[in-house]
């Protein structure tokens, strides 16, 4: 299974930013697709992840500022980034959280991370 992620950049304070992600290879059924970030000196921290069903989970210092959405049949994830912040800069990962077969355990995947910049 492979990621790839997209949509990285330098942006303003307040500016937005569409971060996308689409999962090739062979995957059975998808538990979650989501996001995480890694700022310099810090752990990777959950950004969102979202459920084949809709199901969203935000971590507190992005609500009401990201969204995340997702097309699970095309694998696809998406972050959109808004009123973003300078401690929103960091390398942003998408992961897929999956079963490459019926009988296989859950396994999660990453993808190689984009870079964000928030700065004036």
Same mark, same amino acid.
């Given at each position: 299974?492979?990621?790839?992620? =997209?949509?990285?950049?330098?942006?303003?304070?307040?500016? =937005?930013?569409?971060? =996308?992600?689409?999962?090739?290879? =062979?995957?059975y059924s998808i538990i979650y697709m989501g996001w995480y970030r890694q700022a310099p000196g810090k752990q990777r921290e959950l950004v969102a992840i979202i459920t084949p069903a809709g199901t969203t989970n935000y971590a507190e210092s992005v609500k009401g500022r990201f969204t995340i959405s997702g097309d699970n049949?095309?694998?696809?994830?998406?972050?959109?980034?808004?009123?973003?912040?300078?401690?929103?800069?960091a390398v942003y990962y998408c992961n897929v959280r999956a079963k490459t077969r019926s009988y296989s355990p859950e396994s999660t995947y990453w993808g190689q991370g984009t870079q964000v910049t928030v700065s004036s």
């Open positions: 299974v492979q990621l790839q992620a =997209s949509g990285g950049g330098l942006v303003q304070p307040g500016g =937005s930013l569409r971060l =996308s992600c689409v999962a090739s290879g =062979s995957i049949a095309k694998k696809l994830v998406y972050l959109q980034m808004s009123s973003l912040k300078p401690e929103d800069t």
